[in-house]
């Protein structure tokens, strides 16, 4: 016998809370790592890369970036699928969690989101990195004084030829670090959001969209 309409929605909402937490919780605790591989390889970039960052970026920097992102979304949303099935089970029994995959619910209920964000293609960067000032991996970060002065200042070698070597390993680190921490804030908007911008699409908003999109899916037929 199936339990009340208010009894089921109440543990939809239960499922919907913990698995919005389990979201925020697993992309936060993942970031660090995938700073870490960016880093490694900003931190072995030469003077000419750094000067010339179009391959090392579209080679190096973005695959380590699309393809974390790619892996994290797959992980997360089996998560949600065996976790939802889960909760289809305790409600409805075993035949109504096999009826429906996480996925299909997603774009099922998406109709049903009037007040939800769009459930948006994830955001793999196809669009690439440029110099810090215009966009780097798909977002604006600034003006072009973050990085133009010290990549303009150093492309010929001329400035570092005539500096000694421990100014020269000073002048790398310096720009190293300015170049690191635009890639960290650009890669943390595209996974955790812009609070500036909410409309900024990101790995969070399309995973919390269509978390969404299946709690209301799960809440209309509990009716």
């Known amino acids: 016998m199936s339990l009340p309409a208010e009894i089921q929605q109440a543990q939809i909402l239960d499922w919907w809370e913990a698995s919005h937490e389990h979201i925020c919780n697993a992309?936060?605790?993942?970031?660090?790592?995938?700073?870490?591989h960016v880093d490694e390889k900003i931190d072995a970039m030469s003077l000419k890369d750094l000067a010339r960052k179009g391959r090392v970026r579209s080679e190096q920097i973005e695959p380590i970036v699309s393809g974390w992102m790619q892996k994290t979304y797959?992980?997360?949303?089996?998560?949600?699928?065996?976790s939802m099935r889960l909760s289809l089970?305790?409600?409805?029994?075993?035949?109504?969690?096999d009826q429906w995959s996480y996925s299909e619910m997603a774009i099922a209920g998406s109709a049903l989101a009037i007040s939800a964000?769009?459930?948006?293609?994830?955001?793999f960067f196809a669009g690439g990195l440029t110099a810090a000032g215009t966009v780097v991996l798909?977002?604006?970060?600034?003006?072009?004084?973050?990085?133009?002065?010290?990549?303009?200042?150093?492309a010929g070698g001329a400035v570092l030829a005539a500096l000694?070597?421990?100014?020269?390993?000073?002048?790398?680190?310096?720009?190293?670090?300015?170049?690191?921490s635009?890639?960290?804030a650009a890669?943390?908007?595209?996974?955790?959001?812009?609070?500036?911008?909410p409309q900024q699409p990101s790995l969070k908003g399309t995973l919390l969209g269509e978390l969404q999109c299946v709690a209301l899916k799960r809440m209309d037929e509990a009716k």
């Open 27 to 36: 992309l936060k605790d993942r970031l660090p790592a995938l700073y870490y």
């Open 74 to 82: 797959a992980e997360l949303t089996h998560d949600l699928d065996k």
């Open 89 to 97: 089970a305790a409600l409805e029994g075993n035949e109504a969690a």
């Open 117 to 123: 964000a769009p459930v948006a293609a994830v955001p």
């Open 138 to 154: 798909g977002f604006t970060i600034g003006g072009g004084a973050l990085l133009a002065l010290p990549v303009a200042a150093l």
């Open 164 to 180: 000694g070597p421990s100014a020269r390993a000073k002048a790398m680190a310096s720009l190293k670090q300015r170049y690191r």
């Open 182 to 184: 635009a890639i960290h």
């Open 187 to 197: 890669i943390a908007s595209r996974v955790m959001g812009d609070k500036d911008n």
